[in-house]
């Protein structure tokens, strides 16, 4: 760990079992998260992509400790979050929030918002009476939402305005790390313009850092920092913004650029496209070897027999294919 890490993960495992019978029997496990490592430095974002199913969710709520990992450590600020519990790890909450994907289902339709964005001010017992609610409408003017709105319900709102609650709740603690879980992913994309430019604004206000999980590649390219790609419960693929779209070295990582649209006709009838074959393995028997090789056009008899280590190709680029 070093000094401008808010973030380290280490060997980082997340199981779930699948049991079956009258007597709820395991019978295997769901490795959404499969022994990664990575870190976050204070004051960046990381962007961390994939298909849908590969762990990226998963990878969120484990930092932030909603599952109770299987193995590995999780640091914040230098303290193992997978060692405390109870009152201590609700105390460290008030540091780390998470922004929701559907910012419809995530907002209890029976509160205001000015309950729903001053809720996580009670659990924390930060703010009570008038004071209460000139923080509510302080965080509320922080994302454009006028003060006059508190008294509305969610479904009053745009699909837009509810993920700016949702931003609300989460900056009301004043939190140092926030978990953009596919923040803009159920938005049009006009809007989504719109909450990435918010979120790069109140990085740089709050001093705040993100991991920001995306399917996209497109959508984390401004906002993120570093970008880290999965693959079913690994990480394949992690450097810095400039170079994974300049250069990009795993063969997983370069068939997901090539599905990116350009805006320029010209320039995409130019380009190769490159079209994995089959669908993503299961995650409770995945493939021997590296993970990729059944869907890799450079897969080599090595691919099917050793899994590839995370190593360091120069600078901060990493990736994990015995081709690079």
Same mark, same amino acid.
């Given at each position: 760990m070093q000094n401008n890490h808010l973030i380290d993960v280490e060997k980082l495992v997340m199981y779930f079992p699948v049991t079956a019978g009258v007597f709820r029997k395991k019978v295997a496990d769901v490795k959404a998260v499969d022994d990664i490592?990575?870190?976050i430095k204070k004051g960046e974002t990381l962007g961390l992509v994939g298909e849908s199913g590969c762990g990226k969710t998963t990878t969120g709520h484990c930092i932030l400790q909603l599952h109770e990992v299987t193995s590995g450590k999780v640091?914040?600020?230098?303290?193992d979050l997978v060692q405390i519990k109870g009152k201590s790890l609700r105390k460290m909450r008030r540091h780390m929030q998470l922004i929701f994907q559907d910012p419809f289902a995530s907002l209890d339709p029976?509160?205001?918002a000015e309950d729903i964005i001053g809720e996580p001010l009670l659990v924390q017992h930060l703010d009570k009476g008038k004071k209460y609610r000139e923080q509510v409408y302080e965080v509320m003017r922080m994302v454009e939402l006028e003060p006059y709105m508190a008294e509305r &319900?969610?479904?009053e709102f745009s699909g837009g305005q509810r993920q700016r609650i949702g931003i609300a709740r989460a900056l009301a603690v004043r939190p140092a790390f926030i978990v953009c879980d596919e923040a803009v992913s159920a938005l049009d994309?006009?809007?989504q313009a719109q909450i990435i430019t918010l979120l790069m604004k109140l990085r740089e206000e709050l001093h705040l850092t993100y991991l920001f999980i995306a399917h996209d590649l497109s959508v984390v390219r401004n906002i993120s920092d570093r970008v880290a790609v999965m693959y079913l419960g690994k990480i394949v693929e992690i450097t810095t913004s400039?170079?994974? &779209?300049s250069n990009p070295l795993h063969p997983y990582t370069i068939s997901l650029l090539s599905a990116v649209p350009i805006p320029d006709p010209v320039v995409d009838r130019t380009r190769k496209r490159i079209i994995l074959v089959g669908d993503?393995?299961?995650p409770i028997n995945p493939p021997s070897g590296c993970h990729f090789h059944?869907?890799?056009?450079q897969a080599i008899d090595i691919c099917k027999e050793q899994i590839p280590e995370l190593r360091n190709l120069g600078g901060e680029h990493w990736a994990a294919c015995h081709r690079v």
């Open positions: 490592s990575f870190h640091f914040f600020e230098g303290t029976r509160m205001t &319900y969610p479904h994309v006009s809007i400039d170079a994974l &779209y993503v393995p299961s059944p869907r890799c056009y």
